[in-house]
């Protein structure tokens, strides 16, 4: 099915930092048209993140959600999403479970493993030996359940044959 899950994180740094939309609308002219193949994906529950937003991303991200373009999830991703919450739940503490059960970042690491492909996140693993100190992130999640490491939205413009110049 799909080839990469997109993280909001990815996406709001993103335009915050090296393509602000205003600046570079090829980029997520690029994104978008990649969505529309099928090679990207945001789950639905990304792109209710994004549309919180008050900025050129929540319009971006409405365009999409107005053509259908959010992932809805689908009883293999609710299976994984058990999964998810069950390891999280047993491996970290209670306030840093709240945390993330609360967020998309579950939701994109169960679609991933429904339905496969590499998450694409700005992320990076959590340093932290002592579990009191540690948050839930991304990488460490998906490594528990044998997902490819994530990609940073800069090492997928590469894997995409992407070239803007």
């Known amino acids: 099915m799909w080839d990469y899950w997109l993280d909001a994180d990815c996406l709001i740094q993103s335009k915050n930092h090296a393509y602000a939309l205003e600046t570079f609308p090829i980029v997520w002219d690029f994104l978008e ?7 990207l994906a945001i789950c639905y529950e990304v792109g ?14 409405r365009k999409l959600k107005d053509k259908g373009a959010f992932v809805m999830p689908d009883p293999p991703v609710f299976e994984a999403l058990t999964k998810v919450s069950n390891y999280v739940k ?7 479970v709240a945390d993330f059960l609360a967020g998309a970042d579950p939701w994109v690491i ?9 998450i694409v996140t700005h992320e990076v693993p959590d340093v932290h030996t002592n579990i009191k100190k540690r948050e839930v992130k991304i990488p460490d999640v998906a490594r528990h359940f044998g997902l490819q490491t994530p990609l940073h939205i800069k090492e997928l413009f590469p894997a995409l044959g992407a070239r803007f110049g």
Request: cysteine-free; charged content about 30%.
């Open 33 to 39: 048209q990649k969505i529309d193949e099928g090679v």
């Open 48 to 61: 209710e993140e994004l549309l919180k937003g008050n900025d050129a991303l929540k319009d971006w991200a």
């Open 90 to 96: 047993a491996s970290y503490v209670e306030h840093q």
């Open 110 to 118: 169960s679609n991933a493993m429904a339905h496969g492909g590499r």
